[in-house]
């Protein structure tokens, strides 16, 4: 009888720890529904000032302007509607990272209403396409398409 | 005429596995069909020749970079090194499909052509379920991405294959995780073979445990090495990344770490029988989701390699029906594998069980932030989760793992009172209460970091503390491999923590003759220069590196740009020494400075023990390989010792002539 009872043990204590780290998995990803914001999204709802969220949209076309420190960048993200956000980011720009192309910045907005980049994710290659822009991207959307119907060529 | 007979080797590997399947099926059945389980080995072994040839002609048709083959136009140039026109072999999804099907063929081969030890029954079911994965596998690769598929016409250049894949990280990181996930479809496969036929006992964990642990070791130098083609890849300076696909390389690794601690527990004690073939069962599940999740390319990651719903769908159903059929087999026979051998809570038992279950958590976390995003996108919300979500929820069950950790090899088996050990628990909570003192009052740095870092050094004295006492030349091998293994987890530990506290970086428009300084390094920017390489064009940085003053190093980072496919990466240049890395890329012209000349951006960054990460995992892994010596030759020793018994009782039988032999037990040296 004892011998069940410590099985009965075993099996409720390993329950218990997978049904808590599900519970605190549960908890922590509804927060994280608030990570990813698009440009109108964060225009009307926006995060507290120095929570690290991530940032998607399109570049605006003739906004990047780099300062004269030569590393500081400035640019305006804008996305399905008419909101637009002004992004400053310090570092090296991902190579494929131009004017009318999707971005992803990973930061915090700032009490001033810009937004404080820390790391820019852009289009590894021509077939990577950051996933939370998909379908963003307009004019692309048919490149796009055809670039991964065309290729097999991918990397691991 | 190649890709014909890889293809006619790859039909009649099915062809095997169905035979293998239906002959371990019949040795199952018993009776007058049990004859016909005799097939089942040689099926096997033939069928790893096969496989391993399939997979050998496809590497010829990348050497000759044979364009009348599909899969060579689309991702291999004529132009491309040797060295990366072989790696290629691996780098696209059919080849990538082959080289695990080879394996797993390679390695089912090698258990029916070595293991002897298990009871016939229960190695027919085993061969049986191997050769059941293995055609649910083939039959992937042969339906829907066949490697050896002609062109109508043959091409007249390839395509190419991805820059970032151009490196000789992919010749390693590929094959080994591959290795690692698909013995862990051995140690399944013995599993159901146990569970079925019942024999769920010390001796199946003696033969299982060198397989787990060999997939385990797989599976550590993998991700180590994943993890170092990335940071110095990628050109971003960052280890991890918590990338879908670094995930699906983590999840198994935790599952097999875990089923790794309890075989040895069913081993050593023959306790936690069940809950070892529920971790045989998920290690498995894990490195199948793995699978899909890289393959079917649901993932829109730098791993995915194209959008095929048909080949998501096949895994998918293949995923399900193994670990549905395999989940049916453990509800039906669970119930009749008896309690195994009890003990307390404060055993080592008991800490081993604590931190399989606080693995299994890290997995339940890991899991769910991963799928969470696709989840989500079923219902057109898009969700990114990333550090913020994995590092504390990581951590929650991480750092009572590691406390745990800490302590568990000091309790005996079984039963054990804690005031035994409380100088060396005392000890150890003194060191990692110091350590947190000590960083959080020199500086301000995130929690997570500073309990890193003390836990890190608390494991680092706690992981030899087993060999305290111990005469150290009669220490058994493989305890030395849990030492190092233990040792190893501490170095990673310490090297992710000071990484993430103590990095300073700079960056700067730097014109040539510029001078930054970083943590004492100074750098000196001397000129830029374009260069071209095979396939290749960039631009060259000639930096000088020195540290207080001392030799100037060159550092030469360049901006590449591939045109075959067009593309553009970043190299990083580094600097290593024992207390960390210099960390160099370049990055755009930035403008001209006051007097003209041309800017270039310039990221350096001083990375404090960084290293000790990679170090970590190879310690680990050389623990992990320590320990299957060790188990081998145990092994070895006992079948010598079994064998002179046996002879020695012939003889014995010999000279007692007609009367009936005594045939005591045969002596076994110890575990």
């Not at chain 2, 190419?160 to 698909?182: C, E, K, R, S």
């Not at chain 2, 009749?336 to 604590?354: D, P, Q």
């Not at chain 2, 504390?392 to 005996?412: C, H, K, Q, S």
């Not at chain 2, 990466?569 to 160099?584: C, F, H, I, N």
Request: net charge negative.
């Amino acid at each position: 009888m004892k011998a069940k009872h410590q099985r009965m043990t075993l099996v409720v204590l390993a329950l218990v720890a997978i049904i808590g780290a599900g519970l605190i998995a549960t908890w922590a990803l509804r927060s994280q529904a608030n990570y990813f914001y698009l440009p109108e999204q964060m225009a009307a709802e926006p995060p507290a000032v120095g929570q690290a969220v991530r940032l998607g949209g399109m570049v605006q076309e003739g906004s990047i302007e780099t300062q004269a420190d030569g590393i500081t960048v400035n640019f305006v993200v804008t996305g399905n509607g008419d909101s637009t956000i002004p992004v400053t980011y310090s570092g090296i720009l991902p190579d494929l990272f131009v004017e009318n192309s999707g971005v992803v910045a990973e930061g915090s907005l700032q009490a001033d209403g810009t937004f404080l980049a820390t790391n820019l994710l852009a289009k590894h290659d021509e077939n990577y396409v950051p996933r939370e822009l998909e379908g963003l991207e307009g004019h692309q959307a048919e490149d796009y398409a055809e670039t991964v119907a065309q290729s097999t060529r991918g990397i691991e | 005429m190649i890709a014909e007979l890889g293809l006619v080797a790859l039909w009649l590997s099915a062809a095997l596995a169905v035979l293998q399947m239906a002959s371990g099926a019949m040795g199952l059945a018993g009776g007058d069909n049990a004859r016909f389980a005799i097939y089942a080995r040689p099926a096997a072994v033939v069928q790893a020749f096969l496989a391993t040839l399939a997979f050998f002609l496809l590497l010829w048709a990348f050497a000759i970079t044979d364009l009348s083959i599909k899969l060579v136009a689309t991702n291999s140039h004529s132009a491309k090194p040797f060295i990366y026109k072989l790696t290629g072999t691996w780098g696209n999804h059919e080849g990538s499909m082959l080289l695990w099907v080879a394996v797993l063929a390679l390695s089912g081969g090698l258990l029916a052509g070595l293991e002897r030890r298990l009871p016939e029954k229960t190695m027919s079911a085993t061969l049986g379920v191997q050769g059941f994965v293995a055609l649910g596998f083939y039959a992937f690769l042969l339906l829907s991405s066949n490697p050896f598929e002609r062109l109508p016409v043959p091409a007249l250049e390839g395509s190419g294959l991805n820059p970032l894949l151009q490196d000789i990280g992919l010749a390693i990181h590929p094959p080994t995780l591959y290795v690692g996930y698909v013995g862990l479809s051995v140690a399944f496969s013995l599993c159901m073979g146990a569970l079925i036929t019942k024999q769920v006992t010390p001796d199946f964990a003696k033969v299982m445990r060198p397989w787990v642990l060999g997939a385990w070791v797989f599976l550590t130098f993998g991700i180590t090495a994943g993890s170092y083609w990335a940071y110095y890849e990628l050109g971003w300076g960052g280890w991890w990344f918590w990338d879908p696909v670094e995930n699906a390389s983590l999840m198994p690794w935790l599952a097999a770490t875990a089923l790794l601690h309890s075989v040895s527990v069913l081993a050593a004690r023959d306790a936690l029988r069940t809950w070892t073939i529920m971790l045989g069962v998920l290690a498995f599940s894990m490195s199948m989701l793995g699978t899909f999740l890289v393959r079917s390319g649901v993932l829109t990651s730098v791993h995915a390699f194209a959008v095929d719903p048909e080949r998501g769908t096949f895994i998918l159903i293949l995923l399900g029906l193994y670990i549905g059929g395999a989940l049916g087999v453990f509800a039906l026979r669970a119930g009749s594998i008896a309690e195994g051998k009890r003990f307390t809570a404060t055993s080592r038992e008991g800490a081993l069980v604590f931190n399989n279950v606080m693995l299994s958590a890290i997995l339940a976390i890991v899991l769910l932030g991963t799928l969470y995003p696709l989840l989500t996108e079923a219902f057109d919300v898009r969700v990114s989760v990333g550090p913020p979500y994995f590092n504390p929820a990581g951590a929650i069950f991480a750092i009572p793992m590691f406390l745990v950790m800490a302590v568990g090899p000091l309790l005996r088996w079984k039963d054990d009172k804690p005031a035994r050990i409380q100088f060396e628990l005392a000890m150890l909570a003194a060191v990692v209460i110091a350590v947190c003192a000590l960083v959080a009052i020199l500086g301000d740095y995130s929690i997570l970091s500073v309990l890193g870092l003390a836990l890190a050094i608390g494991l680092g004295i706690a992981a030899f503390l087993p060999l305290r006492g111990r005469n150290l030349r009669r220490v058994p091998t493989a305890t030395w491999g849990m030492v190092m293994a233990h040792f190893g987890v501490a170095v990673a530990l310490f090297g992710m923590a000071c990484e993430t506290a103590f990095t300073s970086e700079k960056l700067a428009a730097v014109a040539p003759g510029g001078v930054e300084e970083v943590a004492g390094w100074t750098i000196e920017l001397e000129s830029v220069d374009p260069v071209a390489g095979p396939n290749w064009t960039a631009v060259e940085a000639r930096i000088f590196a020195s540290r207080d003053g001392g030799e100037r190093i060159e550092l030469n980072p360049q901006a590449r740009n591939f045109w075959s496919p067009s593309q553009a990466t970043s190299e990083s240049a580094l600097v290593t020494r024992w207390d960390g890395q210099l960390y160099a890329v370049i990055g755009d012209q930035a403008g001209v400075d006051a007097n003209g000349n041309t800017r270039w951006q310039l990221r350096v960054w001083w990375k404090p023990f960084v290293t000790f990460i990679w170090y970590g995992g190879l310690l680990i892994a050389f623990g992990g390989v320590l320990s299957i010596v060790g188990r081998i030759r145990v092994d070895l020793k006992r079948r010598n010792a079994k064998a002179l018994g046996d002879a020695r009782r012939e003889d014995m039988d010999a000279l007692k002539g007609d009367s009936v032999s005594g045939g005591g037990p045969v002596p076994e040296p110890a575990e």
